[in-house]
C-alpha cells in the first residue's frame, strides 16, 4: 500500500481561521478527513510543524520509506536553505504545494528556495493543490 505524508508548515495549523479570504475558511483537519475518505485506498499521514527544524526531523524521518511526500513549507518556502537540503537529501520525491498562487502575491513570496529540490509544484488552487499533489502520486507509476 502506498504511503504518503502531507507536511504543513507555520501558520498551517490556522487554517479555516488564518487569512480566510487568501486561505479559505476550512480547517486542514476537516479537508483531511475527505482527502482519506477519497483516497480510501492508500495511507495519508499528516504532520505539521510552526518549527523549521521540526519539519527538517520529519522530512529525515519519513524520506527514506515514504512512497510521496506532499509538502507546504509555507514562510519557510521563501527563506529555507535548511530544508531546501533536506529535501534533497532523501530519496522520496517531494511535491511542493501552495494554496494560494505565490506568483500573484508580495514579491518576497515569488522565490521559492525549495523548488529546485522538488519533482514538481502545485499552487494556486486552495486545498484543491494537496489533493492533485496526492493523486499525482497515486496515478504516478
Ligand atoms: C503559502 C504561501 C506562503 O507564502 C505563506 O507564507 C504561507 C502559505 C500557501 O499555501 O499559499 O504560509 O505556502
Do not use: W
Amino acid at each position: 500500500m502506498k504511503n504518503i505524508i502531507i507536511i504543513n508548515g507555520p501558520n498551517l495549523n490556522l487554517l479555516g481561521k488564518r487569512e480566510p479570504n487568501i486561505y479559505g475558511n476550512v480547517s486542514f483537519d476537516e479537508f483531511l478527513k475527505k482527502l482519506r475518505k477519497l483516497y480510501s485506498n492508500i495511507i495519508i499521514d499528516y504532520y505539521q510543524s510552526n518549527i523549521e527544524g521540526e519539519i527538517i526531523d520529519k522530512l529525515q524521518e519519513v524520506g527514506f520509506s515514504y512512497s510521496g511526500i506532499v509538502l507546504n513549507a509555507a514562510a519557510y518556502t521563501h527563506t529555507s536553505v535548511g530544508i531546501a537540503d533536506a529535501i534533497s537529501a532523501i530519496d522520496s520525491p517531494v511535491i511542493e504545494v501552495h494554496i494560494s498562487n505565490i506568483h500573484k502575491r508580495e514579491e518576497i513570496r515569488h522565490k521559492s528556495l525549495i523548488s529546485k529540490s522538488v519533482y514538481g509544484i502545485i499552487c494556486g488552487f486552495g486545498l484543491k493543490s494537496y489533493e492533485m499533489a496526492v493523486h499525482t502520486f497515486i496515478t504516478n507509476e
